[in-house]
């Protein structure tokens, strides 16, 4: 082969390369893309993916000032289920960091569904979200556990307390995409991130 030959043969061996370099760095980020949310992790914990993603059954929640709400009236949005208790310090610290992602959440595609599982209901809530002024969330009641309760309860609920608190995610198609136990800071950059993934989807 003449010294033009070669040089065509080696322009063509590197332009293949690079195309196939080229095409697995497309084949990353495409993974990238379909690998789920952002990361989500604490000190303690970190988000679990639930699969397949199923849809979370038809539920009627009591809010703090009675009203009765469908959760799945909420759908074509995303929705943070917080499930936390008055006795829970962890719950004290991130109360009112949700109450301050309510106040930016406004009206995003992000609904917020804080419920307490206190089985003294409505007046101790109401006083103990009122020491921490939180004024933003209009938390729900769960008294009896219809709604949530503990692995190791006998009595199927659509939601199980891994941990105190804890958070469920379910996303704009009404299905339950995963959990983290423990407190989060909502409000950090890995918080809104991962909360905006969920929102613009």
């Known amino acids: 082969m003449d010294a033009e030959g070669l040089s065509r043969s080696r322009r063509a061996f590197l332009a293949g390369v690079g195309g196939s370099v080229l095409s697995a760095v497309a084949r990353a980020q495409a993974n990238t893309t379909d690998s789920g949310p952002p990361p989500l992790r604490t000190a303690r914990s970190q ?7 199923n849809e979370v059954p038809t539920l009627v929640l009591e809010r703090i000032d009675g009203k009765l709400v469908a959760l799945n009236s909420l759908r074509g949005k995303a929705i943070l289920v917080n499930f936390w208790a008055t006795w829970c310090p962890p719950c004290r610290r991130e109360l009112p960091l949700l109450d301050g992602l309510q106040r930016r959440a406004g009206e995003t595609e992000l609904e917020i569904v804080a419920v307490s599982i206190d089985q ?9 979200l009122k020491q921490l002024n939180v004024t933003r969330l209009r938390p729900f009641l769960d008294p009896l556990g219809r709604i949530a309760r503990r692995a190791e309860s006998e009595a199927p609920t659509p939601f199980v307390l891994w941990g105190m608190p804890i958070s469920y995610i379910i996303d704009r198609r009404g299905r339950l995409a995963g959990y983290i136990t423990g407190e989060v800071d909502w409000l950090s950059d890995q918080g809104r991130t991962f909360l905006n993934f969920f929102a613009a989807g």
């Open 120 to 128: 003294a209901g409505h007046p101790v809530v109401a006083s103990f």
């Open 47 to 53: 988000f679990v993916e639930l699969r397949p993603l």
